[in-house]
């Protein structure tokens, strides 16, 4: 579902200067508001996160962020999600062990070790999650893959409007896009589109991950946890995100400018054509 630019931004008159000329022009800039995430199981409340994202719809957010922090499986783990201003509440469905992630888990410091443990490298993070590396048969092809992101960029209207937020969205072997999520950062778009996943409880193992922002570590480990096969972007990917990916099973694929592209990991989805 899309957002509405409208909630989601606000006019201001700005300056506008080119060279030493200025005029007086009414500009729109996202609007961003904190939102503080309260979980709370058999054995008490934690204080899980605070994040500063736009104001429309939340729930796929927070639905996401605990996903890929490994919080909870799916939505039947959320008994109940309450949003009352800047304050979510989540009523966990069943205790356990969350208690113990709550406890030890510190999403708010975007580190690839926050998610699965006390890891600090990434192969040791990703170690720690114990997942098996993605084994997905799913295939999408470059020209596929090209679609996506054009079709993102252009159902982008909160950044078509302002300039100020990242898009991902989720996108089948044709390239055609099911969900697309924006907000003001690129780990709140990539956990809004899980979230719309998840409550959609598709397979994220026949999809893929398409997005604007930069491929991290902790960005990569979000799409490993989910078990999505397939990540591409604009944007460049980092040592990190590549050494993650490698070892997560995912094919990795960045600077996705036109017909052009770069596939750091995993080839063998991507009907590449050697020159």
């Known amino acids: 579902m899309e957002l509405n630019p409208l909630t989601n931004t606000r006019k201001l008159s700005i300056l506008r200067?080119?060279?030493?000329?200025?005029?007086?022009v009414q500009d729109m800039v996202v609007r961003e508001t904190g939102l503080r995430i309260i979980v709370a199981d058999s054995e008490g409340e934690e204080n899980f996160a605070f994040v500063?994202?736009?104001?429309?719809?939340?729930?796929?957010?927070?639905?996401?962020?605990l996903f890929t922090t490994r919080i909870?499986?799916?939505p039947g783990d959320v008994h109940k999600l309450v949003v009352k201003n800047q304050l979510a509440k989540v009523r966990l469905a069943d205790a356990c062990a969350m208690h113990e992630k709550l406890t030890t888990?510190?999403?708010t410091a975007r580190l690839v070790s926050g998610v699965c443990g006390p890891e600090e490298?990434?192969?040791g993070a990703w170690q720690a999650c114990d997942l098996p590396p993605i084994t997905s048969s799913f295939s999408i092809t470059p020209i596929a893959i090209t679609h996506a992101i054009r079709h993102l960029n252009a159902k982008m209207d909160i950044y078509r409007a302002t300039g100020g937020t990242h898009g991902a969205a989720l996108a089948d072997a044709k390239g055609t896009l099911h969900f697309i999520a924006e907000d003001v950062g690129r780990h709140n778009a990539v956990d809004r589109v899980i979230g719309q996943g998840l409550e959609a409880e598709i397979n994220f193992e026949a999809t893929a991950l398409i997005c604007s922002?930069?491929?991290?570590?902790?960005?990569?480990?979000?799409?490993a946890v989910a078990r999505i096969p397939v990540?591409?972007?604009?944007?460049?990917?980092?040592?990190?995100?590549?050494?993650?990916?490698?070892?997560?099973?995912?094919?990795?694929?960045g600077?996705?400018?036109?017909?052009?592209?770069?596939?750091?990991?995993?080839?063998?989805?991507?009907?590449?054509?050697?020159?």
Not at 18 to 23: K, N, R
Not at 213 to 223: E, F, I, P, Q
Not at 235 to 240: L, T
């Open 213 to 223: 922002g930069r491929l991290t570590s902790d960005l990569v480990l979000k799409a």
């Open 105 to 107: 888990l510190r999403p």
């Open 255 to 275: 600077f996705v400018r036109g017909a052009r592209m770069n596939v750091y990991t995993h080839p063998n989805r991507l009907a590449i054509v050697a020159a």
């Open 72 to 74: 909870i499986t799916g």
């Open 17 to 24: 200067c080119e060279e030493e000329a200025c005029i007086e």
């Open 121 to 123: 490298s990434v192969l």
């Open 52 to 65: 500063r994202t736009i104001p429309e719809r939340p729930r796929p957010l927070i639905l996401g962020l």
């Open 231 to 253: 990540v591409a972007s604009i944007s460049a990917a980092v040592d990190s995100g590549i050494e993650l990916a490698d070892a997560a099973g995912i094919s990795l694929v």
